[in-house]
């Protein structure tokens, strides 16, 4: 089991890559959507939306 603590964000979307260097996993970005967690689907790293965080503009 991962001992990391939940990482607080200020964006509803993230970019996740292991933080591991050589040993992490391919960026993924993940969007919250009306959710204030997500998980990780490859490290299972817990993201949470810092209360009156903005919404990430569109690309």
Known sequence: MDPRQ????TTR?????GGDGPLG???????FGD?????????????VVAEGADQAADH
């Open 25 to 31: 996993h391919p960026a993924v970005y993940l969007n």
């Open 35 to 47: 959710k204030t967690e997500i998980v990780c689907p490859y490290c299972s790293c817990t993201f």
């Open 13 to 17: 979307t993230v970019s996740c890559d």
């Open 6 to 9: 939940p990482i607080a964000v």
